[in-house]
């Protein structure tokens, strides 16, 4: 628990100001999904992989006009995956 409050504040919580209990609320529910459906995870048996990917992986190398940037928080948390056929 206390890897997962120093990753939400070191990548999320330290570069926004809060305004508020509904605003907290609302930065943490972005953070939550980025990290469950976004964000890398590193580990033993984890090997750099998604906890929840949003499709299966593709081994072949994407081309530039395949990949799709998906932003949250005004740009604070990016990731890229391909997009859909």
Do not use: F
């Not at 409050?5 to 570069?15: A, D, G, P, R, T």
């Amino acid at each position: 628990m206390e890897r997962w409050i120093q990753s939400i504040k070191h990548e999320c919580l330290n570069h926004l100001i809060v305004l508020g209990e509904g605003h907290l609320n609302y930065l943490v529910e972005q953070y939550v999904e980025h990290y469950h459906m976004e964000r890398p995870h590193q580990g033993i048996g984890i090997d750099n992989t998604v906890l929840v990917p949003r499709s299966p992986p593709n081994e072949s190398v994407p081309q530039l006009d395949e990949i799709e940037s998906r932003e949250r928080l005004g740009g604070l948390l990016k990731s890229y995956s391909r997009k859909a056929a």
